[in-house]
Each structure stands twice: as C-alpha cells, then as structure tokens.
C-alpha cells in the first residue's frame, strides 16, 4: 500500500506537508485512568485559557484556518476538527472518552493545535491519495452526516474519500477491534522538519506506551510525496 500526496498541494502551499504513522499488532481498548485523567484535567485547563482568550487566537487554529481558505473551503462555515473541539470546550462541553485510540487523538489534537486522524487500515482499500476535494466529493462521517469535502483535503482509496482535517468516515473508524492502524497528523505548514519528526517519534513511542505494537513514522512534503507502507 502506498500513500501519496498529490503534488498540486504543494502549488498552492510550497511548505504543505502530512506526518504519517502507521502502527501494527496494536491492542485498542477503554482508556487507562491516566488517559483519561490527562484528557479532562487538559479539557479544564484549556476552558480556563478560553475565558481570556478568542479560539481564533490559537496560533495553531489560526494556521490551520488560514490553509482552509487557500485550499478553497470556508472555514467558518467547515471548522477544522481541532477548532470544533476547542469551541466545545469553551461551552464547557467536554469531550468525552471513547476508547484508547480516540482518546488520544484527540489529546494530541487538543494539546498541539492540529487535526489529526486515524484509520483502520484494514478497511482501506488500496493506494491511499492526500488530494483536496471537489464536488463529488462526500462521505458519512462520524458526526452522522452525509458530509460533502468540497475545497477541503482529504484521504482517498480505490473506493471513495475516507478522512479529512474536517470529520472523518465511519467506514475506517478505528474500534477495538482494530490491530493496523494510520494515524495521519495535520502539521502546521510553518513547523520545521526537525521539530515535525520529534513530534511524530513522541506521538508515536506515547501511542505504542497505550497500545503496544509497532510504529514507523514520515513526512510527506515537497522533499518526498509518497510512501509504502
């Protein structure tokens, strides 16, 4: 299986780039208490932050948001998931544990600003395509909804589109019964190579510390536009 970037990202942002990691033999279940523990104590602190500060303050968000627009999507109307998140939290409408791997998603997204997704690959079929989407493009997401990816980047297979900074499918939804899994981490355009690997090496090494099993780990950008796993 490869995955690919597609080259006309990097036309319209020279810096664009995706980590990927691809975990094997891992073991999903309920989230350990310390999961848990971080994910609300993290959730408090942050509502605390948000009762000072504009969720369009975070320079995270405000990368993100500005990359929606080049990429042709209206962000106010399409929220980057980790923006979603943070106005839940500002309502004090808390995320609430799912299992392990959701949960720390959705920690990592949280904590650095960025969307992040995760797929089961052995739902996935075929090749996999980072390209943005058109018209055509939809999906039923996790949110219950047919949602349509016009303007905004998405994952693709030989079957249709499966994932996005924006929600994601219910066709490659990691459960726990998921052993082989892709974890794509949105970077910021502006984070440097060497900051981008040691955040992908620590996301992965806290992952496997959850979940035992494998992890290998690469970016891809305008040095490098595909990958086999």
Do not use: C
């Amino acid at each position: 299986m490869f995955v690919k970037l597609d080259t006309a990202l990097l036309q319209i942002e020279p810096t664009f780039k995706i980590g990927l990691i691809y975990y094997n033999k891992i073991i999903v279940s309920t989230s350990p208490q310390m999961l848990k523990g971080r994910l609300q104590l993290f959730q408090e602190q942050l509502f605390f932050e948000l009762e000072e500060k504009s969720v369009n303050d975070f320079e995270g968000i405000k990368e993100w948001r500005a990359l929606w627009k080049k990429l042709g999507a209206d962000p106010n109307r399409y929220r980057p998931s980790m923006e979603a998140m943070y106005r839940r939290i500002a309502k004090q409408n808390y995320i609430t544990p799912m299992h392990s791997a959701v949960d720390l998603n959705n920690f990592f997204s949280m904590r650095y600003e960025i969307p992040l997704g995760i797929y089961d690959l052995d739902e996935v079929k075929g090749d996999i395509f980072l390209t943005v989407g058109n018209k055509e493009t939809s999906y039923l997401g996790l949110n219950g909804r047919e949602n349509n990816l016009s303007g905004i980047l998405t994952l693709q297979d030989e079957v249709e589109a499966f994932g996005s900074p924006f929600v994601d499918s219910k066709r490659t939804a990691v459960t726990e019964h998921t052993t082989s899994a892709l974890q794509v981490v949105f970077l910021r355009p502006s984070m440097g190579q060497e900051e981008a690997d040691k955040l992908l090496e620590s996301m992965g090494q806290m992952f496997t510390q959850v979940h035992g099993g494998e992890a290998a780990s690469i970016i891809l950008d305008n040095n490098q536009v595909e990958w086999r796993i």
